[in-house]
């Protein structure tokens, strides 16, 4: 085996975020008819299915807790454990926090893979934790039947600086800090057909930390924020909107694509977890005329992994908000669309 080479995306079925529980099911999983102690100190539970847990330690300062694992999304052991950290750690950062601590979650087939594969899957979590400014301190491994990574990470934030996926604003912005498609081109690679240059492409935007939440946390006109990640674009929008009891219009022109995920689309190539996802809010969605549905359908659900921010934002601050960004150098400033009164269905997709 040491002269083969290996490609993790073999071992395991899924890829990434899109190895998530389809939303239907994952709210049958969580319900419950035992009455659940409430803690005035718990900010955020799993009631609003927000990105992560957090908790007051004062009047002024919380502690946000979150943890996230999956199969491999990249061949690659090095980035497929930079992939998964940064995944982890944008929770934190979608909460408008800082993260202080991570901890690492690692199950490996030692009978089917190279312990020096699950080295080398460390060595790339420590290169991003290093880069988010905390350490990985330690974690727990297992023997597993398919290759497993991820951290729990803890992060801190000023209570009045917390951000939630259920705060927007009827007549905010909707803002979107990367480009989706990356489902799809996962499957591309797990397939064999992706491109060098593609698979470096969507490999990079993989490993680009989300830190900019921290800052727009500061910022009391983004009202709502989340990272997009399992259950794609559309999926965390209704979480967003429905939760904060609006609809959203959504300029489908003005989402930003890879534009290679639509090379691989037209070959058919589709992440199952795309239909799971579709198949779980496709009722709550609703197309104006002169969209490509066939092709929103594959991609407004794609399943992404460590994707971009979702931000909800007053008119007033869109200006404060898009030099953040700039001076984070992230291209991606133009709105995608604008929450609004809820409505029969809470998605409507339209062209601009």
């Known amino acids: 085996m040491s002269n083969e080479i290996i490609r993790l995306t073999q071992f395991s079925h899924g890829a990434g975020c899109g190895c998530k529980i389809a939303p239907q099911v994952l709210q049958t999983i969580l319900q419950t008819q035992n009455n659940i102690e409430t803690d005035h100190r718990l900010l955020v539970g799993n009631s609003t299915s927000d ?30 454990g930079k992939i998964a950290s940064a995944n982890a750690i944008s929770d934190v950062y979608a909460m408008g926090g800082k993260p202080i601590l991570a901890i690492a979650i690692l199950g490996w087939p030692i009978d089917k893979l190279p312990v020096a594969l699950a080295q080398q899957v460390l060595e790339g979590s420590r290169a991003i934790c290093k880069e988010a400014g905390i350490v990985l301190a330690g974690g727990h491994t297992i023997d597993s039947t398919e290759p497993i990574f991820g951290l729990s990470v803890n992060g801190m934030v000023q209570i009045n600086h917390l951000k939630r996926n259920n705060t927007a604003k009827e007549g905010d912005i909707l803002l979107l800090t990367k480009p989706i498609g990356v489902g799809i081109l996962s499957t591309a690679q797990k397939r064999g057909v992706i491109t060098t240059e593609d698979a470096v492409l969507f490999e990079q935007q993989m490993c680009v930390l989300n830190k900019v939440g921290a800052d727009l946390g500061a910022i009391d006109g983004v009202h709502a924020m989340t990272d997009v990640t399992g259950f794609g674009l559309l999926g965390h929008l209704l979480e967003m909107v429905e939760n904060s009891g609006l609809g959203a219009t959504i300029f489908y022109n003005k989402i930003p694509i890879i534009e290679a ?43 992404q992994t ?18 953040i960004l700039q001076q984070h150098q992230i291209a991606y400033i133009q709105h995608i669309g604008v929450c609004v009164a809820q409505q029969e269905k809470p998605i409507f997709i339209t062209n601009q």
């Open 261 to 303: 995920a639509k090379t691989y689309l037209a070959q058919r190539i589709v992440p199952d977890a795309t239909y799971r996802n579709w198949n779980s809010y496709s009722t709550k969605v609703a197309f104006d005329k002169g969209i490509n549905v066939m092709e929103a359908f594959n991609i407004l659900p794609d399943p």
């Open 51 to 80: 990105d992560a847990a957090v908790y007051a330690l004062d009047a002024e300062t919380a502690i946000i807790s979150t943890t996230d694992f999956f199969m491999p999304i990249v061949d690659d052991a090095f980035t497929f």
């Open 306 to 323: 460590n994707g971009g921010l979702l931000i909800a934002v007053a008119p007033n601050e869109l200006q404060t908000v898009q030099t």
